[in-house]
DNA sequence: ACCTAAACCTGGGCGC
DNA sequence: TGCGCCCAGGTTTAGG
């Protein structure tokens, strides 16, 4: 699901594709589906956008009273952001008849609650099979998102010295800490796993208990997934919502190495990776290389 | 303050 | 065939 990289790779997208362009209008689909004033929204310019642990800031000013706002739109397990320019869509044929509920051929289609419009004709879809995203607006960024998130990985305010503080303080599971927002931003359970793997360490090992060189491992490998993650241009797993803006899958789930891997032989050791559940979601992780 | 479990949702897949 | 159940997981909230 949208975590780190795919937020980041569907920022990208949208940045390359809509800053500068005006919202002429947004069509709610689904009610519940934007929380603030449309109203106010509607004739500004999208100056900027960027991103903070999974959630997406879109910069937009009034282009009358020059007033800047944000848009923020969480896509929680389901949600899509997808652009269509006003150019005719081709229609792909011959393609499987079964199609994924995230299949997006068409649109709006019965997951669409909400259609931003541009003055040059493009749109921006939010889909959302599960209705747990959410887009609003807020005038005050740092009171909307300031203080709930803990460094971001890629940044340089991701050091050990900070790592081994909030580790030191805590005898939670490792895994519950990687995904937990407030103390390190953007790393959901797929990158959580995957970390995990690669630097080694078992997810129910006590936080505390990892020294200064498993840190360190720890720290390099969430960089690296993340990384990878990007590179890949996120991932799109079994049964997974995650398109880019222009409505293609990532591939980084073709390189997991634990993850939807339970049973399948460990890439390293061919031990047979294990599956367990660790506040309520899957954790998989080879029982032999990891300690 | 700590932790866990449920809730928010839908659709796919499974067992019976 | 079809029903009931479980699962997917980000985040918030309720309860212990």
């Known amino acids: 699901m949208p975590e780190l990289p795919e937020v980041e790779t569907i920022k990208r997208g949208l940045k390359k594709a809509i800053v500068g362009k005006k919202i002429s209008d947004i069509k709610v689909l689904k009610s519940k589906s934007f929380q603030g004033d449309i ?34 739109i969480h896509l929680k397990m389901t949600g899509q952001l997808i652009i269509r320019l006003q150019t005719k869509e081709k229609i792909t044929k011959g393609q499987n008849n079964k199609k994924s509920p995230f299949d997006v051929d068409g649109l709006p289609n019965k997951y669409t609650r909400v259609v931003i419009e541009f003055s040059d004709g493009s749109k921006l879809f939010f889909n ?19 203080e709930k998130f803990g460094p971001e990985p890629l940044t340089k305010d991701f050091t050990l010295d900070y790592l081994k503080k909030v580790f030191q303080r805590s ?9 937990d927002q407030s103390k390190i931003a953007g790393v959901g359970n797929i990158y959580a796993n995957e970390a995990l793997f690669k630097a080694g360490v078992l997810p129910t090992r006590p936080a505390n208990k990892l020294n200064e060189s498993e840190i360190e491992k720890l720290k390099n490998a969430v960089i690296t997934v993340l990384k990878e993650g990007l590179k890949y241009g996120g991932s799109s797993a079994a049964d997974e919502a ?16 634990v993850y939807e891997r ?3 032989k460990c890439w390293r050791c061919s031990t047979k990776i294990k599956k367990i559940k660790m506040g309520g979601r899957g954790t998989y992780f080879c029982p032999a290389c990891q300690r």
Do not use: C
């Open 39 to 72: 109203k106010e929204v509607i004739g500004s310019i999208i100056k900027d956008i960027n991103r903070r642990a999974k959630v997406l800031i879109l910069e937009i000013q009034n282009s009358k009273t020059k007033q800047l706002k944000y848009l923020l």
């Open 128 to 146: 959302d099979l599960r209705i747990f995203g959410w887009i609003k607006v807020v005038k005050d960024l740092e009171k909307a998102i300031g």
């Open 171 to 179: 005898g939670k599971p490792i895994k519950l800490i990687l995904l």
């Open 242 to 257: 995650y398109r880019n803006v222009q409505g293609q899958k990532g591939k980084m789930q073709e390189h997991f190495k």
């Open 262 to 264: 339970e049973g399948q």
